[in-house]
């Protein structure tokens, strides 16, 4: 079995068309990337990456260069499950989330990639095999347009081959969300699926009222509507608010999956990829998921997450939104009729333009 021989980090900050913004993470300029590369004794290669909002990316690289090659390196490359508990355990005094668990998420799904692209096998298929066809959304950060814009910016996404598309709400005040949502279901039309994101904005209290504000408009889910520590809250929205909730952007363990599951405090868990600890453990939350009936969904890195929910039975939605990596990517992922379609290449399939990203290293 190859060992790790080498662990090579990258920190780059990848520019913006237009600044984004939502109801908690204030303007967004940038997004930061920190990749992962790595090898084994027999040469094969592996990649993995995380991002961030433009914050935060120098500890994670830190990380990644200072802390955790010394763990992996002269390991055997194919023991994932050893490796990932070796770095959690390792690391956990001074970091069971943060930057710490994204520079863990980044190596993890290298690890993954290495192993897939060693076996020639594409991802969704090591990881299980179940549908390669996976339905997914256009999501989009655009609390700050005019309604008008708003509109337009929904028109490029079904233009694209989006059939479903989620949008923000969070605004000042709840009228305002009301009208946008208003807006956006008489420009869709009735049952089309609109996901609605309050990133967090609201107390318990505040997002049961709007959860019943905007039930005529029949969101598919609100996503997020209290802060991820509040999980008795975020169940009582569900039990009283009306609407399917979706949650877990910002839940770093299989762990904090568990409390908000059994306390019944979601209705679509959604782990990230890059910031869950990795492939690893997202597939133990899909499944954990799927022993309690309920369907998962996902946040961000959609050409690996399509891997993962095409290997997951009771796999919802992905999200597509690329943060601005499209631009980096050989390959971007393909949306066709409302459909993403896992790649059969070896590995996730993503080749980075490492030259271009070069031009933008932080």
């Not at 256009?138 to 929904?154: E, V």
């Not at 923000?168 to 869709?188: C, F, I, N, T, Y």
């Not at 959604?270 to 910031?275: A, F, I, L, M, Q």
């Amino acid at each position: 079995m190859p060992r790790i021989v080498s662990l090579e980090a990258g920190y780059y900050r990848v520019p913006l068309a237009v600044t984004l913004s939502d109801s908690m993470h204030g303007d967004m300029p940038a997004f930061e990337l920190n990749t992962v590369t790595l090898r084994d004794a027999d040469g094969a290669e592996g990649v993995g990456y995380t991002y961030t909002c433009g914050r935060n990316g120098a500890a994670i690289d830190a990380i990644l260069r200072r802390d955790i090659p010394e763990q992996i390196i002269g390991q055997e490359a194919d023991r994932i499950e050893h490796l990932w508990h070796r770095l959690w355990w390792g690391q956990h005094y001074g970091g069971r989330g943060g930057p710490t668990v994204l520079a863990q998420s980044a190596v993890d799904m290298a690890l993954w990639d290495l192993k897939a692209k060693r076996l020639g096998q594409p991802l969704w298929t090591l990881l299980g095999g179940h549908d390669p066809r996976v339905p997914c959304y256009a999501g989009g950060i655009d609390l700050h347009l005019p309604i008008d814009k708003l509109l337009r910016q929904t028109d490029d996404n079904l233009k694209k081959g989006f059939r479903a598309i989620k949008m923000k709400v969070g605004r000042p005040k709840l009228s305002e969300d009301v009208e946008r949502v208003r807006a956006m279901r008489e420009h869709l039309g009735d049952g089309f699926p609109l996901m609605v994101d309050a990133n967090m904005r609201w107390s318990a209290d505040e997002a049961i009222r709007a959860a019943r504000a905007l039930l005529p408009f029949e969101p598919f889910w609100l996503e997020e509507p209290v802060i991820p520590d509040d999980v008795a809250g975020q169940a009582r929205v569900v039990r009283e608010g009306g609407l399917p909730i979706a949650a877990g952007e910002n839940l770093r363990t299989l762990w904090d999956f568990k409390q908000l599951i059994a306390a019944g405090g979601v209705t679509f868990p959604e782990p990230d990829v890059t910031n869950c600890g990795g492939v690893t453990p997202f597939m133990k939350i899909a499944h954990l998921a799927e022993a309690f009936n309920l369907p998962v969904t996902s946040h961000g890195a959609h050409d690996v997450t399509v891997h993962l929910l095409a290997a997951a039975p009771n796999r919802s939605y992905l999200e597509a939104h690329g943060f601005g990596l499209d631009a980096y990517i050989a390959e971007p992922l393909a949306i066709e009729d409302g459909v993403a379609v896992a790649p059969d290449r070896p590995g996730h399939g993503i080749a980075f333009d490492w030259k271009g990203l070069d031009a933008i290293r932080a």
